[in-house]
C-alpha cells in the first residue's frame, strides 16, 4: 500500500500524544516520512529553512494549540508569514484537547487550517485527513 502522504509533521508538546500519534501513522502506512517538534518555534525554522524545497516540507501538518514557547495561533500567524517559493501545499488540521468553543471558532476562521479534530487522534480520523 502506498503511504497516503510523503511526510507529515508533528508539532506537540505532549510526548505521550506524539508517541500515539507517531505509531498510528506508521502502523497503517500513512506517510513515507514523519517529523516531529515539540513545539511551534522549532517547527516555524524548519519550515523557513525549507520553505524553497518541496521534499523537505510536509503534506499535512498537525497541529497542537497549546504549547510553551509559542502556541499553535502563534505558530499560524508565523506560517502566514513565510513567503513559500514551494509550489507544495502544507494541509494544517489543528489537533487538541481544547474544548473552548473560541479556540474551536477560532480555528476553523483560519484560512490556513483544514480542519480541527479533537484529542485523541485514531486511525480512522488520520486516514480521513
Known sequence: MVPKY???L???DNYIDNYITSAIIKKNNLAN???EFDNGLKAIEYLEQN???DEELPDLILLDLYMPLMDGFEFLNLFEKIDFTSTKKCKICIVSSSIDDNDIIKAKLDKNIYTFISKPLTA???SLL
Do not use: F, R, T, Y
Open 33 to 35: 516520512d514523519l517529523v
Open 10 to 12: 508533528i508539532i506537540d
Open 124 to 126: 480512522e480520523l488520520l
Open 6 to 8: 510523503s511526510k507529515i
Open 51 to 53: 520553505k524553497d524545497n
